[in-house]
């Protein structure tokens, strides 16, 4: 009667673990997923000329952007503006780049390169001076 007594026990002792070991994995499997890794992102390449005081317009003699391994150059863009435009991009391409090359006419003028990511300004640079100037920004989504 007494080993009766003890296998009806034990009987018992494992049917509650079983169910214990499956409220956890069930509990566990609930638990919100984990969020991608990488996400998508509205990127836009600038680049500005301001030409101060004086005479003579700005002109712009290279733009050359870069997402990830892809790169894009234009020569000779006209107007004292270029924008790329909104892109999206994911953010497993980790690198932005963006450089311009001008030709300003005075002292005071400025070319400006700035990379907006999510309508936000993430990098920005400025150069000031007259004749041949180079300006470069790079971001990376690692900065996040």
């Avoid at 390449?45 to 234009?74: A, L, R, Y």
């Avoid at 435009?85 to 450089?99: C, P």
Wanted: some cysteine; glycine content about 6%; hydrophobic content about 40%.
């Amino acid at each position: 009667m007494k080993q009766f007594y003890k296998s009806k026990s034990l009987l018992r002792l494992s049917f509650l673990f079983a169910v214990l070991f499956s409220v956890v994995s069930v509990m566990h499997s609930c638990k919100d997923d984990k969020e991608d890794e990488f996400t998508d992102h509205l990127v836009k390449f600038e680049s500005k000329i301001v030409n101060g005081t004086g005479s003579g317009t700005g002109t712009f003699k290279t733009v050359v952007t870069q997402v990830g391994t892809s790169q894009n150059t234009i020569f000779d863009p006209t107007g004292t503006t270029w924008s790329s435009g909104d892109i999206f991009v994911n953010s497993s391409q980790s690198q932005l780049n963006l450089a311009a090359n001008a030709v300003l006419p005075n002292a005071d003028s400025k070319l400006i390169v700035t990379i907006w990511v999510d309508s936000e300004v993430a990098k920005s640079d400025t150069v000031t001076g007259s004749g041949t100037k180079n300006a470069a920004v790079a971001y990376s989504f690692l900065e996040l």
